[in-house]
T-cell receptor, first 114, second 113 residues
């Protein structure tokens, strides 16, 4: 069965520091991979996605992620954290058994220290 | 505004009430979804509609009843809910297939008392 693992339910970084949120997946087929962000009392917003082609994907708000097939990883990074980045981040992979379903990680809450 | 609108934003209901959640999108998407988001739990897919037909139903209790009258509107009818049904209910839409990812609404925060 497919699965998505996000390491760390909470990650705390100082403002201006590097943000690294980890996502590993298991999939028997080439995956489509997604990162979403959820601000308090809001729905989820697509940050970026990998489907095919270039393995380094750039998204909104200065985030990027790199698809590494050999490591089955899709980690999210941002060079310099801002206070406005405080939110919960979800990694997801397309479900091989369904044309519609995404398999979701449990989420990582990003805390920014002043 | 994401293009997917959910109403109401907040709902408090008693266990014997009947209420409905509404979702509307004008993005031209063909698929619509209901998700449940509870504290400390992964996102749970409840229902999927494609071209107004239900294509997935993930073992959701019958006290939740979806309705998709057209490709722009999706409802979730609620009756005789339990306190453990309190959660954020998220609607999403997409073109057919998971390749594109979803566009989510802002959710309805439901509290069952």
């Amino acid at each position: 069965a497919q699965s998505v693992t996000q390491l760390g339910s909470h990650v705390s970084v100082s403002e201006g520091a590097l943000v690294l949120l980890r996502c590993n997946y298991s999939s028997s087929v080439p995956p489509y991979l997604f990162w979403y962000v959820q601000y308090p009392n809001q729905g989820l917003q697509l940050l970026l996605k990998y489907t095919t082609g270039a393995t380094l994907v750039k998204g909104i708000n200065g985030f990027e992620a790199e698809f590494k097939k050999s490591e089955t990883s899709f980690h999210l990074t941002k060079p310099s954290a801002h206070m406005s980045d405080a939110a919960e981040y979800f990694c997801a992979v397309s479900g091989s058994g369904s044309n519609y379903q995404l398999i979701w990680g449990a989420g990582t809450k990003l805390i920014i220290k002043p | 505004e994401t293009g997917v609108t959910q109403t109401p934003r907040h709902l408090v209901m008693g266990m014997t009430n009947k209420k409905s959640l509404k979702c509307e999108q004008h993005l031209g998407h063909n698929a619509m979804y209901w998700y449940k988001q509870s504290a400390k739990k992964p996102l749970e897919l409840m229902f999927v509609y494609s071209l107004e037909e239900r294509v997935e139903n993930n073992s959701v209790p019958s006290r939740f009843s979806p309705e998709c009258p057209n490709s722009s509107h999706l409802f979730l009818h609620l009756h005789t809910l339990q306190p453990e049904d309190s959660a954020l209910y998220l609607c999403a839409s997409s073109p057919p297939g998971s390749y594109y990812g979803y566009t989510f609404g802002s959710g309805t925060r439901l509290t069952v008392v």
